[in-house]
């Protein structure tokens, strides 16, 4: 971070050079400004696409004569001669309807390999078009509308794709967390919870962002441990003008405003930097910090501030592109609801009244450099750090069968989560030859997350003394620390050979090179049977009266791990895993015609993956680790035909396959109040054969209207599921899943008159999916033996519909615009966990989420207004047992207000 925040010292203080450039403005015969306009010139790779001003802005290596051409869609392509000279050049379009009336083509001699204005909403439906994949991104521009903040909340908005409500884990056509994959331009992203493959997407905040592609159609170039999506995204190109620019914000959400106190772990502290270290010989000696919570001594208001700008810089004849991000935002929340759990007669074995009170923050730093060899080489790096924390504390109260019958058991804890991730990567990009060209991009990222210090307390209620008592079953008040690591390098080479105009070939190889360490352990404190009497509780908020140094040196009570009964233990729990993966491929790209193009691919994938664990668990004949490796071969085809230049039929097939996790095998227990799960060794990966076909049609600039049909057979799938009481573990369920389904996307602007718009974009989808379930495999192929209640089920977290909707209004004058959205979301119900040994299966009940946002912009000036989740929507998991259904999960999220203000300099 000392390193980002040094660069931009530079970066905002060094005097820019002399450099050439073309500027200007392209509009219609009434005088307003063309978005999404292609400028381009002849015969060299600079081209770009308008802005939503109207506004180009190329930079020129060489000064001199160029043909400058114009085309848009709906307009007579248009074209003139220039004399480009040393500093600045301006030159100005006005662009005609055709006399037919019919969009022209666009300009043919545009070359992929042009840099492209990738952030508005325009210029990604233009390569939307182009594309002969089935392709969906989300620009930087119409993130910026919606008001959305992070990456997490913008995935949201594309078609099919769900957030798991109460974790941070994306569904895709139905298909969860391990059939899905993240990547950073390109390369992938470790996660930083050992329960998911996935990273929090919530980490990432859009301002680093150019845009967001969600990729739910294999090619060869993409990993083959795909089923869902890869979500790939793209960090942010400096282009245009130097400028830097400066944000201010806050926010309340009322539901947490208005609770009358706000608590926090012990150890809190606002800027989340701060580590609470594991005890050195906490056994014989009293090293605990505090077990009391704290009370926040002012409002629990949001605040946000960030700085980010860019510059071009000339070093002898060569050029260096400079964009930089820094930022901070932290989030308090409050939620008040239920959790509990019930057996297959319906009968209640808990249910917890439970206060959340949760304290977040981010701290992001980004560089990204491109340097402009020539026109023939270019190299790009970027850094990114980001530090991350959640300061939580949960407070519940109810019953538990075994020990809180009357309903007053008390169970209080609290964490302080961080992570820690750094993300270097180095690309480049090189025409070798007027046929061959070279892109490669290598990265090596490193993460941790910890929870050092999670505190847990257990009470009972006695009621004949009226007061509380420390339960004094061992793990009842316990403090627990983990630590994960993730050491992650990868690296991809692509080889194009431009074989003529109409084939192309792609060659390349990719590899990845993961290791991961996990380290868990937990100090139990236990009051002593000669002391039992000195458990008493005179203040539920003050547990520090009770367990600390005097009493423990007084032998009230002693400690233990909970590794084994010996008080002298203090081995960890842990589990080391590595992933390696290397994977060739070829691919041809053959047009047949101008109406006809079809991308033929295949990939030869190797995995080799290993894990060992050292726990308190003995695994089925006392294996301590298991190795497995694997060869997947994976064709695909991608066709794109053209039916007009406003219309395109797209059809995918492929084949690919889904790798079980580190965690998923390691046999451990993961260990939360409500639940707890526990790996399995002998899981097998799934393998996963897919159709897509898709109609889209432009009806205009920046206009989509589209339909597609989706099918996945999957062989071998893994799911969640209950194999006794509060316990899940991982399971090959069955030979064969599948999920079937249609998706529709609008992008139209439904009324234009003069300088005011109204549009809307909506998306939506239905599926349906089906799982075989099979006692009989499982009680072959892992250490459990399960009952499920039925022969088939959906497939866990697949939402049968799911939809988007936002009505937007746009005013825009010379120096302001305002743009004022609406968003609508639903998501319909979802399978959460499969029914076992006759307890019902665990079913996520529908939820509609509404968003408003106003932006306004006078020159260098916006301001924006923000309110989310107006609805205060119910997020709730029943158990669907024999007599009725049963909550066990209950909670409402609060709605929030903001504001915020920017100056762009």
């Known amino acids: 971070m000392q390193k980002i925040l040094i660069l931009t010292m ?30 381009f010139l002849a015969n060299t790779n600079y081209y770009y696409l308008t802005e939503n ?4 802005s190329i930079d020129i290596e060489t000064p001199g004569k160029y043909t400058m051409k114009v085309s848009a869609f709906g307009f007579k392509n248009t074209s003139k001669e220039l004399e480009v000279t040393d500093g600045n050049n301006t030159s100005d379009f006005v662009l005609e309807l055709p006399i037919d009336g019919n969009s022209v083509t666009n300009l043919k001699e545009i070359v992929a390999e042009a840099k492209i204005n990738k952030s508005d909403e325009v210029s990604l439906l233009n390569i939307q078009r182009k594309s002969v994949e089935i392709v969906e991104n989300i620009g930087a521009v119409q993130l910026s509308k919606q008001g959305v903040g992070d990456i997490a909340s913008a995935v949201t908005k594309a078609t099919s794709t ?61 990993s083959g441990d795909f089923g869902g999506a890869n979500i790939n995204i793209v960090s942010k190109e400096f282009s245009g003008k130097p400028y830097l620019s400066v944000s201010l914000g806050s926010s309340v959400n009322t539901q947490t405003l208005e609770n009358k106190d706000f608590y926090t772990p012990a150890n809190y502290n606002y800027f989340g930097f701060d580590d609470t270290k594991t005890p050195t010989n906490s056994l014989t000696t009293y090293q605990s910090g505090s077990w009391n919570f704290q009370k926040l001594n002012h409002k629990p208001i949001n605040l946000s501030f960030s700085l980010n700008g860019g510059r071009d810089f000339i070093i002898g004849e060569k050029k260096l592109k400079a964009f930089f991000y820094a930022g901070f935002d932290n ?34 730093g980004l560089v990204n450099l491109f340097f402009n060899i020539n026109n023939a080489n270019k190299l790009n790096f970027t850094t990114n750090y980001i530090r991350s924390t959640d300061q939580e504390v949960k407070n ?98 692509n080889f194009k050979y431009k074989f003529n105009e109409k084939l192309n070939f792609n060659a390349g190889y990719q590899g990845r090179f993961k290791t991961r360490n996990f380290e868990s352990k937990q100090y139990d404190f236990r009051y002593n049977d000669k002391h039992a009497d000195k458990n008493t509780v005179l203040n539920i908020m003050d547990i520090d009266n009770n367990l600390n140094a005097q009493n423990f040196n007084q032998d009230y009570f002693s400690i233990r791990t909970n590794f084994s009964q010996k008080s002298g233990e203090l081995t960890p729990m842990s589990f080391d895993g590595n992933q390696y993966t290397n994977a060739g491929y070829v691919n041809a790209d053959y047009s047949f015609n101008d109406k006809l193009t079809a991308v033929l691919g295949v990939r030869v994938e190797n995995v080799n993956q290993n894990i060992s664990w050292k726990t308190n668990l003995i695994a089925p004949d006392g294996i301590t680790e298991t190795n497995s490796n694997y060869t997947k071969v994976l064709p695909s085809l991608n066709v794109k035909y053209s039916i007009n230049n406003d219309q395109n039929l797209k059809v995918s097939l492929s084949r690919t396959y889904s790798m ?64 006794s009481e509060s316990l899940y573990s991982y399971l090959n369920v069955g030979d064969h899943a599948y999920v079937y389904g249609v998706e529709a996307e609008v992008r139209k602007d439904i009324y234009r008159y003069s300088d005011y718009k109204i549009y809307a974009f909506a998306n939506g989808s239905y599926l349906k999916s089906k799982s075989e379930l099979n006692n009989e495999k499982i009680k072959a192929n892992s250490p459990f033996s399960v009952n499920f209640n ?95 259904e049963s909550t066990i999960y209950e909670y409402k999220n609060g709605t929030e207000f903001g504001l915020s203000i920017g100056c762009k300099f």
């Open 162 to 222: 769900v957030k798991q409500q109460g974790n941070s884990t994306f569904s895709v056509r139905g298909l969860l967390d391990r059939y899905n994959t993240t990547t950073l331009n390109g390369l992938a992203i470790p996660s930083n919870d050992p329960e998911n493959k996935n990273i929090d997407l919530a980490l990432f905040k859009t301002d680093i962002v150019e845009y967001i592609g969600i990729e739910k159609v294999f090619g060869s170039t993409l």
């Open 53 to 56: 001003d109207g506004k180009y």
């Open 10 to 39: 530079v970066f905002v203080g060094v005097v820019l050079n002399a450099q050439t450039k073309l500027e200007g403005i392209v509009k219609d015969s009434n005088g307003k400004p063309v978005e999404g306009c292609e400028v």
């Open 660 to 723: 079980p996790q580190l965690k998923e095998l390691a046999y451990y227990i993961y260990d939360d109040i409500s639940e707890q799960s526990q790996g399995n060794p002998f899981l097998n990966p799934s393998d996963n054969n897919n159709l897509d076909i898709k109609w889209e049609f432009f009806p205009n600039r920046g206009e989509l209207i589209s339909f597609g049909v989706y099918g996945k057979y999957i062989q071998n799938p893994i799911s969640k599921a209950l194999v």
């Open 790 to 884: 039925d022969t088939e089920d959906q497939l866990e977290g697949a939402a049968d519909l799911v939809g988007n909707a936002n009505l937007g209004f746009n005013y825009k004058l010379d120096e302001s615009n305002v743009d004022f959205i609406i968003s609508y979301s639903y998501v319909g119900e979802n399978l959460y966990s499969i029914g076992t040994q006759g307890l019902g299966r665990v079913v996520t009940k529908p939820i509609s989420l509404l968003d408003t946002t106003l932006k306004y912009d006078y020159n260098n000036l916006s301001l924006s207004l923000k309110a989310k989740n107006l609805l205060n929507a119910t997020i709730k998991r029943v158990q669907e047992n024999m007599k009725a």
């Open 396 to 493: 519940y109260l109810g019953y538990h069968y075994d020990w809180a019958q009357n309903s007053k058991g008390y169970i209080r804890r609290s964490l302080f989560k961080s992570t820690d991730l750094l993300i270097n990567q180095l690309g480049g990009d090189h025409t070798l030859n007027d046929k061959l060209s070279l892109k490669w991009i290598a990265g090596y990222n490193t993460m941790t997350s910890k929870r050092p210090d999670r505190v847990t307390n257990t009470l009972i209620f006695n009621s004949l003394e009226n007061n509380y008592e420390l339960r004094r079953d061992g793990g009842s008040s316990n403090r627990y620390f983990d630590n994960l690591s993730d050491n992650d390098a990868s690296a991809n080479f």
């Open 331 to 364: 989030d308090y929340t409050y939620a008040n609801g239920l959790e509990g759990n019930y057996n297959a007669q319906g009968t209640k074995l808990s249910l917890f009244d439970t206060k959340k009170y949760k304290y977040s923050t981010n701290m992001t």
